[in-house]
């Protein structure tokens, strides 16, 4: 078994990413075949619960209120309506439903109250719930995983020093102390990033380095490839190539032996083959469903029809233990 490590250097991980793409596929796929699981995929579906109108200037975001993106700007959407949806997706295939919110932070107020109704409601359907509300106090994180919230999502997107390039109006160091947070709620963590924003490889490695030498590696990470929305300050940002994704999805696998690495956003600009190459390279877990958060995505039986190929299988919920939720938030 490869040995999970939480001390790599930035040139042993630049080493690894530098590799002669055949010789890192190879190796990543070998570290991922030690999982007796490898062949199965999760798959996530998202839902913007609210959408748009956002304090932050997040360069790559279409829903910062700052950029003219047309963005369909929503206020938050009801519970029977999350939990339609939850049910669309799960019909679908999907373990897991993520409610995304532009919000900077979460606020202790009637919208996170109805946070934590969407929460219950999903975890009754059987389906792991993810949220990924903004900036987090360990209060509300403790919160959410009273209501039975599985797992927490907050990406770094860049490196430490490339931060301020992307975001001005919150710090590197703002994120890591929400990680900390959900960590401390004993809540999962789902800390990823992207590429295409204009950074340099050896900032997709100081990402990298920062995601696995956390005290625990985060049990999923999302590797994101820019969608170039207009409007937005990243809009002529050129296309990713394929072999940056899966360098990044191989290097993240090799490093990060046990952890989910998705291959998120930025799957319709990509073939069948390309997506193949990344499910080689350790990729297992995908976001499905025709819209992202508020862009285009594969529809779920296109997916379907690709795992087919490829002998892929989604995994079941709750393959690694159930959340605790308290009495106090179970539902009436
Ligand atoms: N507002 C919360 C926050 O920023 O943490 C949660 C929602 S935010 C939209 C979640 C993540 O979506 C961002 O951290 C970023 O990684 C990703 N994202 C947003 N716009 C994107 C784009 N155009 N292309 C790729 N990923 C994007
Ligand atoms: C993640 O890493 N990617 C997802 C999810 N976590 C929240 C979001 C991608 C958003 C892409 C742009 C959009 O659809 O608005
Ligand atoms: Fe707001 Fe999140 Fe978009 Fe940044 S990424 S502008 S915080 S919704």
């Given at each position: 078994m490869t040995e999970i490590r939480h001390n790599w250097t930035s040139e042993e991980i630049s080493e690894i990413y530098h590799s002669p793409l055949l010789d890192l596929i190879y190796r990543a796929a070998s570290v991922h075949r030690e999982n007796k699981d490898y062949a199965e995929v999760q798959i996530s579906s998202l839902l913007s619960i609210k959408t748009g109108g956002c304090s932050e200037d997040c360069a790559y975001c279409p829903q910062a209120a700052r950029y003219n993106?047309?963005?369909?700007v929503h206020a938050m959407m009801s519970v029977a309506h999350v939990t339609d949806a939850a049910k669309r997706a799960k019909d679908g295939g999907a373990s897991r439903l993520c409610m995304g919110a532009a919000w900077r932070e979460v606020r202790d107020n009637r919208d996170f109250d109805k946070v934590?109704?969407?929460?219950?409601?999903?975890?009754?359907?059987?389906?792991?719930?993810?949220?990924?509300?903004?900036?987090?106090?360990?209060?509300?994180?403790?919160?959410?995983?009273d209501a039975?919230?599985?797992?927490y999502?907050?990406?770094l997107d860049t490196s430490e020093d490339d931060y301020k390039r992307i975001i001005t109006t919150r710090t590197f160091d703002d994120r890591l102390k929400t990680i900390e947070n959900v960590r401390k709620a004993k809540l999962t963590v789902c800390s990823g990033g992207i590429i295409g924003l204009g950074e340099t490889v050896a900032d997709r490695i100081s990402m990298l380095r920062t995601l696995s030498n956390m005290p625990k590696h985060?049990?999923?990470v999302p590797v994101n490839a820019l969608v170039p929305v207009k409007g937005t300050p990243l809009e002529n940002q050129p296309r990713v190539p394929i072999w940056d994704m899966v360098r990044m999805?191989?290097?993240?696998?090799?490093i990060m032996p046990r952890t989910v690495v998705r291959l998120s956003a930025g799957r319709t600009e990509m073939s069948l083959t390309d997506q193949a190459?990344?499910?080689m390279a350790g990729a297992n877990s995908i976001f499905a469903g025709d819209k992202l958060l508020t862009t285009p995505n594969p529809a779920f039986n296109e997916d379907m029809q690709m795992f087919?190929?490829?002998?892929?299988?989604?995994?079941?919920?709750?393959?690694n233990g159930r959340p605790q939720v308290k009495s106090a938030e179970v539902p009436a």
């Open positions: 993106t047309g963005v369909d934590i109704d969407m929460v219950k409601a999903v975890n009754e359907l059987d389906m792991e719930v993810c949220c990924t509300l903004g900036m987090l106090t360990e209060s509300q994180a403790q919160r959410l995983a039975g919230l599985y797992a999502n907050h990406n985060p049990e999923s999805i191989a290097t993240a696998r090799i190459l990344c499910f087919e190929i490829l002998g892929l299988k989604p995994r079941e919920a709750f393959k």
